[in-house]
């Protein structure tokens, strides 16, 4: 992987910072005697607290990519690292555990219960997570302390997608996989979106990959991973992180 990357000098990354870790790894999806390749032989590091951008057309592989690292789905071969522990060598009770105690997602659509009120969706997690934020809190860091008893109808796509990122964040994960955040949102009220993602990442330290379509948004990120054809193809290095509020498509 790293002779792929491109951009501003670093030092080397300790073992120690590594969040997040393929080796590997290829997903071949079959349909009869049709074997689909989504993934091929990726190698990939995701370091504690920085922030991702992944970037390619449908069918790179993105999304493949993500489900794999945060133990949605397992690959046909290769191996997840989280910290020490191999995650691709678990039974699906470990998967869950480790879904449920390190991993947050957000996905394009926003998959709020509509008979519960912000802080009730929120509360889903809080109730299980171990050392959780209560779902005030939660709602606070992507500004929607105003709107805890507003159910989903009542809120904007906007602060719906924000609702979805206070429940992904509630139970303190060590990463956050987002999945187009911004996908069903015009460019403002993707931009509030994004600037809650930064604040997670900034404020909470955590690990934050967002998958996009939309090349602007890599220019907020530490890294820019870019996939083709189930392969990484480039991996950029920002010299400078630009605002969530400096983008605008």
Same mark, same amino acid.
Request: charged share 20%.
């Given at each position: 992987?790293?002779?792929?990357?491109?951009?501003?000098?670093?030092?080397?990354?300790?073992?120690?910072?590594?969040?997040?870790?393929?080796?590997?790894?290829?997903?071949?999806?079959?349909?009869?005697?049709?074997?689909?390749?989504?993934?091929?032989?990726?190698?990939?590091?995701?370091?504690?607290?920085?922030?991702?951008?992944?970037?390619?057309?449908s069918g790179s592989g993105k999304s493949t990519l993500l489900n794999i690292l945060g133990g949605l789905d397992v690959p046909s071969s290769g191996h997840v690292y989280f910290g020490d522990t191999e995650v691709t060598a678990r039974d699906e009770g470990a998967l869950t555990r480790f879904r449920r105690d390190h991993v947050g997602f957000v996905f394009q659509f926003?998959? /709020? +219960?509509?008979?519960?009120?912000?802080?009730? =969706?929120?509360? !889903?997690? $809080?109730e299980i997570a171990r050392d959780p934020m209560t779902p005030e809190a939660a709602l606070e860091v992507v500004g929607l302390g105003q709107r805890l008893d507003h159910f989903p109808a009542e809120l904007s796509g906007g602060e719906q997608q924000r609702v979805a990122i206070a429940r992904a964040i509630a139970k303190r994960p060590d990463v956050l996989l987002c999945d187009e955040p911004t996908g069903a949102l015009d460019?403002?009220?993707?931009? /509030? +979106?994004?600037?809650?993602?930064?604040?997670? =990442?900034?404020? !909470?330290? $955590?690990?934050?990959?967002?998958?996009?379509?939309?090349v602007t948004i890599g220019d907020m990120a530490d890294r820019v991973i870019r996939l083709a054809d189930g392969g990484i193809s480039e991996i950029t290095r920002n010299a400078q992180r630009r605002r969530a509020a400096e983008l605008s498509w």
């Open positions: 992987m790293n002779n792929l990357e491109t951009g501003s000098s670093s030092p080397e990354r300790s073992a120690a910072a590594v969040a997040l870790r393929g080796e590997g790894l290829s997903k071949v999806y079959r349909s009869g005697d049709v074997a689909v390749h989504a993934l091929r032989d990726v190698d990939i590091e995701l370091y504690r607290g920085e922030f991702v951008v992944l970037l390619g057309p926003y998959n /709020l +219960v509509p008979s519960l009120t912000a802080r009730e =969706n929120v509360a !889903l997690v $809080t460019s403002v009220t993707g931009i /509030l +979106v994004l600037e809650a993602l930064e604040d997670v =990442n900034r404020d !909470l330290g $955590t690990t934050t990959v967002v998958i996009t379509h939309n």
